[in-house]
């Protein structure tokens, strides 16, 4: 017979987890709140406590300080993107596995533009940076398998797998700067852009031609 005792015993910890974990996601909102419409710099611990409804001392049992907040968004954005991928490969096994990525990092960072512009400018971008690096290095991963496989069969012979995949998430990357300043092409066009050049590459002309021809100069009047 199960001890009543027992199972209440057993389940405060979770309910303690779980309004922890509420709490948590109550003061990010709210910092993504107030950093993105006020700047990081402008912003105050004060202004986002009354915007979470919370106390200013929850706050701190949550968080040392604002840097400290912002580095859990940049963390949990990536994080988010990370979720995405595995998910969109988990539904569709028998995709071809770069395109798929392409398309769901650019869906998913375009749904985050406002985070986007408060992680990629000024002082924020310097706080979150080394933690944008290692989420560049996770994505990295992704392609990378691709590669390998595609250089064990020969496809991919004289390439380096490693670097490959770290010059496709530079590009990924430039793409979601882009929605730094503007928010046209969506995601999908985007994409569209970005795939046609890696599989259809330049036009010859411009990587193997003779040269760019030299402007003219404007005919002097006489």
Request: proline fraction near 5%; hydrophobic fraction near 45%; charged fraction near 20%.
């Amino acid at each position: 017979m199960t001890d009543p005792g027992s199972n209440q015993t057993d389940s405060q910890p979770s309910r303690v987890a779980r309004r922890r974990a509420r709490v948590r996601a109550d003061l990010l909102a709210a910092a993504r709140q107030v950093f993105t419409t006020r700047g990081y710099q402008e912003a105050t611990i004060t202004e986002i406590v009354q915007v979470a409804d919370i106390a200013m001392g929850t706050f701190y049992l949550h968080f040392r300080d604002k840097e400290e907040l912002l580095v859990a968004l940049a963390t949990d954005s990536l994080l988010v993107m990370r979720e995405q991928v595995h998910a969109a490969i988990d539904q569709h096994p028998s995709a071809p596995l770069v395109p798929l990525i392409i398309r769901t990092l650019l869906r998913t960072a375009y749904d985050q533009r406002d985070l986007l512009l408060l992680l990629f400018a000024g002082e924020s971008q310097l706080l979150a940076h080394p933690h944008l690096l290692a989420g560049q290095e996770g994505l990295a991963e992704h392609f990378l398998l691709a590669f390998q496989e595609a250089a064990e069969t020969g496809w991919l012979a004289s390439s380096d797998p490693g670097l490959l995949a770290h010059l496709l998430v530079g590009m990924v990357i430039f793409a979601m700067n882009w929605w730094v300043e503007q928010d046209e092409p969506g995601p999908d066009v985007m994409a569209d852009h970005l795939l046609f050049v890696l599989g259809q590459g330049l036009p010859a002309s411009l990587l193997f031609g003779k040269g760019h021809g030299t402007p003219q100069q404007p005919r002097a009047e006489t």
